[in-house]
């Protein structure tokens, strides 16, 4: 859900003389709010296209890790407490133990 800080924080930004165009306001969740708050595109339609262009980023992301042979993954299901994961990833480190 977005929250409506996210766009008074963008009100705030654009009041302040930043230029929509700006790098900055390219990232995600700036230029959906933008498009809204330009009247551009509704409120439940940037909040969609946020939501969509979020889940392409996650993807290109886990498809970045995933050729990146430095990156392992570890499943914490099973696991207790955070406490738990660090040991066995520190274990794992040091050629003591495999991951689950």
């Known amino acids: 859900m977005v929250s ?6 963008v ?4 009041n302040r ?5 700006s790098t900055s306001l390219q990232a995600l969740g700036y230029k959906e709010i933008i498009n809204y ?9 940037a909040i969609e296209l946020l939501k969509k262009n979020t889940r392409n980023y996650a993807k290109r992301q886990l498809t970045w ?9 570890v499943n914490v299901e099973g696991y207790r407490n955070k406490e738990d994961i ?3 990833i520190v274990r794992y480190i040091a050629g003591n133990v495999s991951l689950i």
């Not at 009100?11 to 654009?14: A, N, T």
């Not at 003389?17 to 165009?21: Q, S, V």
Request: proline share 0%.
């Open 4 to 9: 409506d800080v996210l766009i008074e924080e």
């Open 11 to 14: 009100e705030g930004l654009l």
């Open 17 to 21: 003389g930043y230029d929509r165009k």
């Open 37 to 45: 708050m330009m009247g551009e595109m509704s409120k439940e339609e």
């Open 65 to 73: 890790f995933k050729g990146d042979e430095r990156v392992f993954w």
């Open 86 to 88: 660090v040991e066995n």
